[in-house]
């Protein structure tokens, strides 16, 4: 895809676009509502500019509109996928809608090592079903960092992680772009089973939430990029969030964090610096580089962690 520049800043590459006229514009000219991104010349002011909204859009929209309508194919996407999972390991678990199991779940959940279960089960504390085929460890089985992000626990697991994609994922991917945001949530999400393994590596961990976690990361750093404030929305439900992974028995609030960690950093290596302000156009090599570092280092530190380095 060739690169589009702003229409009234020929100098600056963007991704975002007018709902109105479809003209290509930068964050300096966009106001942001809930029906969608506006140039100067169809908000209504020539020059003015808008926090950026971290309210769900509105439900009602016209056809044709561009992504700010809530759209958001790959958010869309997404949440497809996971909910596809979920079914398939609720069919092959037999255990009704909160109860997933079967060979595929088994095979993506992470855990980090068998050994602390394989003696529960040898001492006829747990039974031999919940012991996963593998581990990392032991089993070197190191795609279970990503796939374990696509499993999910119950039917609340996954209907609660699917609002939050939605409500956060389909703007965030409309600010960033197809590209980045693929690449913010699946690093994220492994960003996010690294902090999982850090806290209990062996306790078997499953669940889209560091993924999710990269995604409001990158919501805080594009509103304070935006309005220059870090008290805003954004990190009021950041706070929420994390607070509730602490008080909830039986959440990886270690895969909280390192999703968020992971988001921030990924949004931060995305930006183009202007004049002191970020623009956020095509991938370029340093959002690449952020990529591959986090995604690397993800690996890296859940490697250590399992081999007793760390």
Same mark, same amino acid.
């Given at each position: 895809?060739?690169?589009?520049y702003?229409?009234?800043h020929?100098d600056?590459? &963007? ?15 966009a ?22 909204q971290?309210?769900?859009p509105k439900?009602?929209?016209?056809? %044709?509109m561009?992504?700010? +309508? ?43 090592? !068998?050994?602390v279960?394989?003696?529960?089960v !040898?001492?006829?504390?747990l ?19 990503? +796939? ?12 609660? !992680? ?13 600010y ?18 690294? %902090? ?5 590596? $062996? &306790? ?5 939430s %560091? ?6 990361g ?7 990029? $935006?309005?220059g404030?870090? +008290?805003?929305?954004?990190? +009021? ?7 509730? %992974? ?13 999703g968020?960690?992971?988001g ?47």
């Amino acid at each position: 895809m060739e690169p589009r520049y702003c229409y009234r800043h020929p100098d600056r590459e &963007t991704g975002l676009s007018c709902s109105d006229c479809g003209r290509p514009i930068c964050a300096d000219c966009a106001t942001f509502a809930p029906v969608g991104i506006r140039c100067p010349d169809h908000a209504g002011a020539q020059g003015g500019k808008k926090p950026l909204q971290i309210k769900p859009p509105k439900v009602h929209r016209a056809q %044709g509109m561009s992504l700010a +309508t809530g759209s958001a194919p790959v958010t869309k996407a997404l949440i497809g996928i996971n909910l596809a999972v979920y079914l398939i390991t609720i069919a092959q678990g037999g255990g009704g809608l909160s109860n997933p199991g079967g060979s595929l779940y088994n095979r993506w959940v992470l855990i980090g090592s !068998n050994a602390v279960m394989t003696q529960a089960v !040898n001492a006829g504390i747990l039974p031999a079903s919940l012991l996963p085929s593998g581990d990392l460890a032991q089993s070197h089985e190191w795609w279970r960092l990503a +796939t374990s992000m696509f499993l999910h626990g119950s039917i609340l697991h996954i209907g609660f !992680n699917m609002y939050v994609l939605w409500w956060a994922g389909s703007q965030v991917e409309e600010y960033l772009g197809k590209a980045r945001y693929i690449g913010l949530y699946l690093v994220s999400g492994l960003a996010g089973a690294a %902090g999982a393994v850090i806290q209990t590596p $062996f &306790t078997p961990v499953v669940g889209a939430s %560091g993924a999710i976690f990269g995604i409001l990361g990158a919501m805080l750093i594009l509103e304070w990029q $935006f309005t220059g404030r870090l +008290t805003g929305q954004a990190m +009021t439900l950041v706070v929420i969030n994390l607070v509730l %992974g602490f008080v909830i028995p039986n959440v990886s609030w270690g895969g909280h964090i390192g999703g968020l960690i992971g988001g921030i950093l990924i949004t931060l290596s995305y930006a183009h610096w202007r004049g002191g302000r970020a623009q956020y156009g095509q991938l370029g090599l340093s959002g690449i580089v952020g990529l591959v570092a986090v995604g690397v280092g993800s690996v890296a530190i859940a490697y250590f962690k399992v081999r007793g380095y760390a």
